[in-house]
């Protein structure tokens, strides 16, 4: 299975990465079938050469190349150091998180919210007739004289 593994791999001498010159999954990780398992190849070249993986590891990438083989390369770490590494190098993609005029569909401004709620406590103008006057919903303006949103 070694020579089989590494007949696929496009070594160099010059400490550059390794590339998997064989399948690869959709995020560019070389791909080995071998003992009726699809492996990602990082991860059986490392159990081919150094052994086995602990369980709660995974192997890194220090050159950050997916598809890179090379044993000089490659370490062991827990899923944390993955996101950090992730996260470092500018890979993260958290969605943004949008919240009162930030977000997209906003109807109303702060300066409306605190308009809301000062007529409210005020007295004279229902949830309903406040929800017609600034047209939103019934239980927008609820919430927002509540202070659950806003």
Request: glycine share 12%; charged share 25%; hydrophobic share 40%.
């Amino acid at each position: 299975m070694r020579e089989r593994f590494w007949a696929k791999a496009k070594k160099t001498s010059d400490g550059a990465c390794w590339e998997w010159g064989a399948a690869k999954n959709s995020n560019g990780y070389g791909r080995i079938k071998a003992g009726g398992y699809v492996w990602l190849a990082h991860r059986l070249a490392w159990t081919l050469e150094r052994g086995f993986i602990p369980e709660g590891y995974c192997v890194l990438h220090r050159c950050d190349n997916p598809a890179c083989v090379n044993l000089a390369h490659l370490r062991l770490g827990v899923q944390a150091d993955n996101v950090a590494e992730m996260n470092a190098r500018g890979r993260g993609s958290r969605p943004p998180r949008f919240e009162g005029e930030g977000h997209p569909e906003a109807k109303l401004t702060a300066a409306s919210a605190a308009r809301i709620r000062a007529l409210y406590q005020a007295g004279g103008y229902s949830q309903l007739a406040l929800a017609k006057l600034f047209l939103v919903s019934e239980t927008t303006v609820g919430d927002i004289v509540r202070g659950k949103r806003w």
